[in-house]
């Protein structure tokens, strides 16, 4: 197998879209209960296996992605993008819409696992496939995009999930049978890109991933911590400073999240400065947006940093992306991406955590979240320096 060999077909802005919305499905799986977890406690009761399990409902599909995306990327290396791509897509949809039909906790939440092996398959096969359709700045422009629809979506997602979980819980479960019509629309639209259709007893062992990878996995690990603090954070930082309204929480939480579209979009228009630039930048505007909004209690300035926090973050991503997929081969993007979406997923999980332990060692979460931030302060010095040497090396 080459990595020279072309598609047969030239992918153009159908199959970018459909691609972009496919994308979308793991961040309907992170935030689309997060409106009805109060209900789903009260039918379930406060006993304390009930106060457990309810919110692990949530978090569960980041942490089987997290487990899961690496053995994701073996397959899609092996036995092709598409195939898993399909199988994803169903299998979304059998456990997204199990809890419709099932009464125990314990089987809601192992259903939910499912989930998130089903968005571990979607999440890889996704943007490896960008990567294997475009190339160069096109390439950078949909990476770009896919995180824009993801920060936009989520706002859409949460909207919708308090409104269809107004009069009952399990209705925002319906949501997920929407992965039906992209299953159609991927059989239909998506092809096995070039070099991956050779016969079973053609195929040549698996080329290992280059040792280089490890440092973007590494700090891309950090990168899903820091990109995740001011999401889940700023609704409490805003709380500690008065603001209790739920639609005024939610309407500065949507700036946030259009200020992280902006970011991701911003990459795909200057990509070509490069990440040994664009990753420092990026992680110095998370990490000052971070430092301010735990260091006030002043609302607009609260709301200020986060901004400023979020469009560093989205403009991390895909810059993130793109430098673990630097040097990747055809025949290593899959195992090199589900990596990759593995060290973020696994980031994002252990974050929360983290910033409950930061919060009690230093006696508030406004202390809590500038440690993330100085954090990424550091990260964006070192990233500076390791990427300007790996470019004067290669020079």
Request: aromatic share 8%.
């Amino acid at each position: 197998m080459s990595d020279t060999l072309t598609p047969v077909r030239q992918a153009g802005r159908t199959q970018g879209f459909l691609l972009m919305f496919m994308s979308c499905l793991p961040v309907l799986g992170a935030v689309l209960l997060a409106p009805v977890l109060p209900r789903m406690q009260d039918h379930f009761g406060d006993s304390g296996a009930a106060t457990a399990l309810v919110p692990l409902s949530l978090t569960v599909p980041a942490l089987m992605i997290a487990l899961l995306a690496p053995f994701a990327g073996r397959i899609v290396d092996t036995f092709g993008r598409k195939r898993l791509l399909l199988t994803g897509l169903a299998v979304y949809a059998v456990f997204g819409t199990a809890p419709l039909w099932l009464d125990g906790l314990a089987a809601i939440v192992l259903s939910r696992a499912g989930v998130g092996v089903a968005e571990a398959a979607i999440m890889t096969c996704c943007t490896t496939l960008i990567s294997d359709y475009f190339s160069g700045t096109e390439r950078d422009r949909w990476l770009g995009m896919q995180t824009v629809f993801a920060s936009l979506s989520a706002t859409v997602f949460f909207a919708l999930g308090g409104a269809l979980g107004a009069q009952d819980w399990r209705n925002p479960f319906w949501l997920y049978a929407s992965s039906l019509l992209f299953l159609v629309l991927a059989a239909a639209l998506i092809w096995q890109p070039a070099g991956e259709n050779a016969p079973a007893g053609e195929r040549t062992p698996l080329p290992p991933l280059p040792r280089t990878l490890a440092l973007p996995c590494a700090v891309s690990v950090v990168g899903g911590i820091v990109f995740y603090t001011p999401i889940v954070e700023l609704p409490y930082l805003l709380d500690a400073a008065g603001i209790t309204a739920v639609p005024t929480i939610g309407a500065f939480t949507a700036l946030a999240s259009l200020a992280t579209a902006g970011g991701a979009y911003t990459f795909g228009r200057v990509s070509g400065r490069g990440t040994a630039t664009l990753l420092p930048v990026a992680f110095g505007l998370a990490g000052i947006g971070l430092v301010v909004l735990g260091a006030t209690s002043v609302v607009p300035v609260i709301v200020l940093g986060a901004v400023i926090a979020s469009a560093g973050t989205g403009l991390m991503l895909p810059t993130l992306l793109v430098w673990a997929q630097s040097g990747l081969t055809f025949e290593q993007r899959g195992r090199g991406t589900g990596l990759w979406t593995a060290a973020l997923f696994l980031g994002e999980f252990v974050c929360p955590l983290l910033v409950i332990a930061f919060t009690g060692a230093l006696g508030g979460l406004g202390a809590a979240v500038v440690l993330v931030g100085a954090v990424a302060l550091l990260l964006a010095l070192f990233t500076r320096r390791v990427l300007t040497r790996d470019v004067a090396v290669t020079a």
